[in-house]
């Protein structure tokens, strides 16, 4: 193997995996004969969604190599033995567990919850993650909400399907933020899911375990509406995840919204405040508010969650209604992508600034006592 031209490739990254492809072993051949560059990549897959990515950035560094004239690429796919190898590697050595729920973990593990369906907590979840993901922050969406999964649609990766070695799974990649859904695993999108109890907390469990998140700061899971088995298994699952609770400005949202957070108290999930979806509305000619569904709701959670935990529950964000933030959703692109200067784009951008801090206050925090 040509010294010059394998510390060349050691420079070219793994699109999915984000390690070297001389690390991953991915790498049998890089010989220079008569000015050419032999080079053989193992593929962890044969049919490899990112084989373009990776001819691309092969060849661009196998020709930075003082002498080569031309590049030769093989690919080939690796045995079991080798993925093994790899799996093994990206898990640090380790069997596959939930990562977020291990000792030292330093990824804030967050569920959107709401009392009801029709808040948009869904289009919450996706523009809070990319919002913090333009901050800089490395950050995972997990679309729990089993029975109506709608991140790939917002998301826009309709149809695309994770990346797999064996059992461990890659997330799908949109707006640089990582996502996982059980859309992604149906032989068709329009199957239905008819799972229950202790075949849904499996599954959260799979999901959690199975993929390769790397390294997250944050990690957002869209949860179903009311206090099913999902947002129980949450708690068990990642004893330490805390939970941002959806409303709307309606009053009467507010009784509802608090059977999620109580369930939350009740798994002593810390609370971290409300979102209040679907507020004031700007005329767009005149600039005058409207109400167009009611005032006080996100207030009157805020204070009903207050009294139910002992302690101050935040209406940490009042996003303004704009037909925009449903237009985008349904063709793939959050609002912060498409009109980042927006009432609403700025307010999920200090949302994700708030949860981007993670608080020292132990106050709802569940502690370990010996």
Request: hydrophobic share 40%; with cysteine.
């Amino acid at each position: 193997m040509n010294q010059d031209l394998h510390n060349a490739l050691s420079k070219v990254i793994d699109p999915e995996l984000r390690r070297p492809i001389t690390e991953l072993g991915m790498l049998e051949r890089a010989e220079i004969t008569a000015g050419v560059a032999d080079i053989k990549i193992l593929l962890t897959i044969a049919a490899c969604p990112m084989r373009e990515k990776l001819n691309f950035d092969v060849d661009s560094a196998a020709r930075s190599v003082t002498g080569v004239k031309d590049v030769k690429i093989e690919f080939g796919a690796m045995t079991q033995e080798q993925r093994d190898n790899v799996k093994t590697l990206i898990r640090g050595g380790k069997v596959a567990v939930i990562p977020f729920a291990q000792p030292g973990s330093l990824t804030r593990v967050i569920g959107i919850a709401s009392g009801k369906g029709g808040v948009g907590k869904s289009s919450v979840t996706v523009n809070l993650a990319v919002a913090a993901a333009q901050k800089g922050l490395n950050v995972g969406i997990l679309d729990a909400d089993v029975y109506g999964h709608s991140v790939p649609r917002l998301m826009g990766i309709v149809g695309a399907r994770p990346t797999a070695i064996d059992q461990t799974f890659i997330p799908v990649e949109a707006y640089g933020v990582k996502v996982v859904s059980m859309e992604m695993f149906k032989p068709d999108r329009a199957d239905p899911v008819a799972y229950r109890g202790p075949l849904l907390h499996r599954v959260l469990e799979q999901l959690l375990s199975d993929a390769y998140w790397g390294d997250l700061d944050l990690l957002f899971l869209d949860l179903p509406p009311g206090t099913g088995d999902i947002a129980i298994s949450l708690g068990q699952l990642i004893p330490a995840s805390e939970i941002l609770v959806v409303t709307t400005p309606q009053i009467a949202a507010a009784e509802v919204a608090e059977r999620a957070g109580r369930i939350a108290h009740q798994l002593k999930q810390q609370i971290i405040g409300v979102v209040e979806n679907m507020g004031d509305m700007s005329c767009p000619k005149c600039g005058e508010k409207t109400s167009l569904f009611g005032q006080g709701g996100g207030v009157e959670s805020a204070k009903r969650l207050s009294n139910l935990i002992g302690a101050d529950v935040p209406l940490i964000a009042s996003i303004p209604f704009t037909p925009n933030l449903r237009e985008g959703g349904d063709q793939g692109k959050p609002i912060v992508i498409s009109e980042p200067d927006s009432e609403a784009s700025k307010a999920f951008a200090q949302l994700a600034e708030k949860l981007g801090k993670r608080s020292q206050s132990i106050v709802g925090r569940r502690l370990p006592v010996s």
